[in-house]
């Protein structure tokens, strides 16, 4: 999966991957059904390169009944003991804990722990790092599943990186991105209009954050580029709008490059573009299949930019350091 990934073969590294993670979630399912306990949560934490994963086991009625991979972000001067202990108490925040929960190091505050999970549950809920025994054979199992878990990611993460180092030099971005927004619109002959936005990262795709936009399609005739126009101009004024609330003192960049794959015949929106988003220059149209050169866009105050009018690109791509 990693020599494809350095090749730049990346369909082939997907298909790799999903090999992989199907045959860790069949080991990872069989053969683990205790017999000296019939229902608790199981977490195993693994700490690598100042990343962590965290693998729960799920266990009910003495069988297994799944297990996840968690990836807490968490500074590096915390311990194991800090990063679990902060992590069980967000995960039973809304839902309800089991009698039992089994763990690989001991989490931090575990008393404190025991006593919020025995009032959320009404019963006791005991913490335990087994020392011996299947429920330290079962706990070593799943510590296996978050090492290899974290390994995977940590591979995709660093294609992922070489990709974005890639997008840099391209665009001569002065950084690495750390998010990229693209743009799209679609419509059957002029109905059933709608616009979608993707969004990555330096951890590949965060599809919790994708977007879609309901386009009424009698307001377009059909006009892919009026549609394109319509939808950035709601997605950039209301996050401008959002932005002015949280930190209304201070100004807010837009990315730093701005790309368009507009036809040639759809120009005449690229020289509103300027006045409106206050840049000096506007975003030429990349063609597919061509190279251009791009404009930087200015840095726009909300408290000037926050009506509709003040917002209108030519993007389906946009960038932000």
């Known amino acids: 999966m990693r020599e494809s990934a350095e090749k730049l073969e990346f369909e082939h590294a997907a298909r790799l991957r999903n090999r992989i993670r199907a045959l860790a979630s069949v080991r990872a399912s069989q053969g683990i059904n205790p017999h000296t306990f019939d229902e608790a949560d199981v977490f195993a934490l693994h700490v690598e390169g100042g990343q962590s994963c965290i693998q729960v086991f799920f266990f009910r009625a003495g069988q297994n009944w799944g297990n996840r991979a968690y990836f807490p972000r968490h500074g590096g001067e915390e311990s194991a003991e800090e990063i679990l202990g902060a992590f069980i108490a967000q995960f039973y925040d809304d839902r309800e804990p089991p009698k039992l929960i089994l763990t690989n190091v001991e989490p931090s505050d575990r008393e404190l722990l025991e006593e919020a999970l025995c009032i959320r549950a009404e019963c006791k809920v005991e913490i335990r790092r087994p020392e011996r025994g299947e429920k330290r054979?079962?706990?070593?199992?799943?510590?296996?599943?978050?090492?290899?878990?974290?390994?995977?990611?940590?591979?995709?993460?660093?294609?992922?990186?070489?990709?974005?180092?890639?997008?840099?030099?391209v665009f001569g971005l002065s950084q690495r991105p750390e998010r990229i927004e693209v743009y799209d619109n679609s419509h059957m002959q002029g109905t059933n209009a709608l616009g979608a936005m993707i969004v990555a990262g330096p951890e590949g795709f965060t599809k919790n954050q994708y977007r879609k936009f309901n386009m009424k399609a009698e307001e377009f005739d059909g006009d892919d580029f009026a549609m394109m126009k319509a939808m950035i101009r709601r997605r950039f004024a209301r996050m401008l709008i959002e932005r002015e609330e949280d930190t209304p003192d201070e100004p807010f960049s837009l990315a730093e490059k701005v790309a368009s794959d507009s036809e040639p015949d759809e120009g005449r929106f690229n020289?509103?573009?300027?006045?409106?988003?206050?840049?000096?220059?506007?975003?030429?149209?990349?063609?597919?299949?061509?190279?251009?050169?791009?404009?930087?866009?200015?840095?726009?105050s909300p408290k000037s930019a926050t009506s509709p009018s003040a917002i209108q690109s030519s993007a389906r791509g946009r960038i932000s350091c």
């Open 271 to 300: 020289t509103q573009a300027p006045d409106q988003l206050t840049a000096p220059h506007p975003p030429p149209p990349l063609r597919k299949g061509e190279e251009e050169e791009f404009q930087t866009a200015a840095s726009i």
């Open 137 to 169: 054979e079962i706990v070593d199992a799943v510590l296996l599943n978050a090492r290899e878990a974290l390994g995977r990611r940590m591979a995709e993460t660093g294609s992922v990186a070489k990709l974005l180092d890639g997008v840099a030099e």
